[in-house]
């Protein structure tokens, strides 16, 4: 009723403006009462009614991804019916969640011990490796409202937009208590903060900071924040903060079992002919995502009806496996086995020598390719180092190395696989010489400047340090090859293994 009123209105205005406008430049009497005060009224209030409407479809843009019937807010929200069973593979993140969800679900017995419900969780890794999923299961395992958002809808170049959205989303939230609130693609909002320009971005922020940090909840309100990204070294450090999002839990592509896993729960309700051979399915995704693995069956299934068949065979998964990764154009995707084996020893190289040397504690250790790299090892994250030793940092620059010094022990030859870690360690000597005075050159810096005019002496200190240290590094996987092959075999078979595995094989071999 009040619409039809408004657009009467526009209606009217417009009408009486184009009169108006007729009428004083045909110098002519339409209607005795249209004169120039009439009409600069009559355009003033059409000007304001666009202004008007034009800020409501800004608006509702902000829920563009939200059912129409979402948007009302009276009327009931989304609450999955996605269980944790449905997210295969990754255990560890599964048991993280399962803690969440206690809290939420015996929110009193946590009150009770004045402990306090753990608001952020980052969730961090590559695309299509089940954040959305696993957060929409933490809303179907707990029975709460799921609200989605992605960080892309908070940016709009008006000031004061975001920040305005970001608020919105959390009035929902405190509506809808207990709640997830999820966010996708975080670092759109939390990129570093930068002093000058883009203050829209820094104001979508800071509101994001406070709503994190203060929440006003009253007591029986609980919001869960989880955040996803896979750009986690772009993120404002002020997000990270305890209160804020304290948890980081990285979620990579799946490993040989997790993708069968995957491959069960995507085929459960799809009739398979007894030839299909999930196993053998998985060792052929090696690098793929879950979402990845969940379109191959689709496709699969695609491929059978098209062939009027009454059940997915080996070969329509073989089509399906064929035509997504031509699709993507990946080049680590098809990496031949011989290829996974040099991985396998460049990667156990860096975590064995690394835990010799007591470099880093290490979390996990993978030859599943990422978009940046074949391999990797990932560090547990320690407390905050703030001084090195000179013998640190050749500790540290001779794990770099260990990738390269391991090819050359079991192979006879190096392969380009080291370029990163040659860059890394170039960077670490350079800095010992030019910026701690930790060579040969003496208790001294070198500033640009300098550098250019003491190119050869420093080219030279490198290559001695560089040179000592890569010749350790190869005696000391020479003196413990066992557990090398060891590592590496297990590492190829399983394509991840723990820190606790490694530590295991260490200890045994
Ligand atoms: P992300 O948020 O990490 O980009 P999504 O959660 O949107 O990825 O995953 C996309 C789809 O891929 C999911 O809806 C699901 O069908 C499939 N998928 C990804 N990971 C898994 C997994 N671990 N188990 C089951 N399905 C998965
Ligand atoms: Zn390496």
Redo the contacts with the bound molecule.
């Keep these: 009723m009040k619409k039809r009123l408004f657009y009467a209105v526009l209606l009217f205005c417009i009408s009486l403006s184009l009169l108006g406008i007729y009428s004083i430049e045909k110098k002519i009497i339409i209607f005795p009462f249209i004169n120039k005060r009439i009409l600069a009224l009559s355009l003033t209030i059409v000007f304001l009614q666009l202004l008007y409407l034009f800020g409501k479809k800004h608006q509702s843009k902000a829920y563009a991804n939200v059912p129409k019937k979402e948007r009302n807010k009276e009327k009931q929200s989304l609450k999955p019916s996605v269980k944790l069973v449905?997210?295969?593979?990754?255990e560890e993140v599964k048991e993280e969640i399962m803690e969440i969800a206690d809290f939420i679900t015996h929110a009193e017995k946590y009150k009770k011990m004045g402990a306090k419900i753990p608001r952020g969780i980052l969730?961090y890794?590559?695309?299509?490796?089940?954040?959305?999923?696993?957060a929409s299961a933490l809303a179907g395992e707990t029975n709460t409202e799921f609200i989605a958002s992605s960080g892309s809808e908070f940016m709009e170049k008006y000031v004061g937009v975001g920040a305005k959205r970001v608020r919105e989303l959390f009035q929902r939230g405190k509506e809808k208590s207990p709640c997830i609130i999820f966010i996708?693609e975080i670092d759109a909002i939390g990129a570093k903060r930068s002093e000058e320009g883009q203050s829209e971005c820094n104001q979508t922020l800071n509101q994001l900071l406070t709503e994190m940090d203060g929440f006003k909840l009253e007591d029986d309100q609980i919001i869960v924040v989880i955040g996803?990204t896979n750009r986690m070294d772009i993120l404002d450090a002020a997000l990270l903060r305890p209160g804020r999002f304290n948890k980081h839990v990285y979620?990579g592509n799946?490993n040989k079992i997790?993708r069968k896993?995957?491959l069960q729960?995507?085929t459960k309700n799809k009739p398979l002919s007894k030839k299909v051979n999930l196993e053998k399915i998985a060792v052929k995704t090696h690098g793929l995502?879950?979402?990845h693995?969940?379109n191959i069956v689709n496709e699969a299934a695609l491929l059978a009806v098209r062939n009027n068949r009454e059940e997915i065979t080996p070969l329509d998964f073989d089509n399906a496996i064929e035509r997504i990764i031509a699709g993507l154009k990946m080049k680590n995707s098809t990496i031949s086995e011989k290829e996974k084996k040099i991985v396998s020893f460049h990667e156990s190289g860096h975590a064995l020598v690394g835990k010799l040397l007591k470099v880093h504690a290490i979390e996990k250790i993978s030859i599943i390719p990422t978009s940046q790299a074949l391999g990797y090892v990932l560090n547990a994250s320690s407390e905050d180092q703030f001084l090195y030793t000179k013998n640190d940092l050749l500790k540290r620059v001779k794990s770099i190395l260990a990738g390269r010094a391991a090819e050359e022990i079991i192979f006879g030859e190096v392969t380009t696989g080291a370029k990163d870690d040659l860059n890394k360690a170039t960077d670490i000597i350079l800095g010992m010489i030019c910026e701690y005075g930790m060579s040969n050159l003496g208790n001294r810096t070198f500033d640009s400047k300098m550098i250019y005019g003491n190119m050869e002496k420093i080219n030279d200190e490198v290559k001695r340090i560089i040179d000592h240290c890569y010749e350790d590094t190869l005696k000391l996987l020479q003196e413990n090859k066992k557990p090398l092959i060891a590592i590496a075999e297990q590492l190829f078979e399983k394509e991840t293994l723990s820190g606790d595995e490694l530590n295991h094989l260490i200890k045994t071999v």
């Design positions: 449905d997210v295969a593979g990754l969730l890794g590559p695309p299509g490796t089940g954040k959305t999923l696993l996708d996803a979620i799946p997790a896993q995957i729960v995507h995502s879950g979402a693995i969940s």
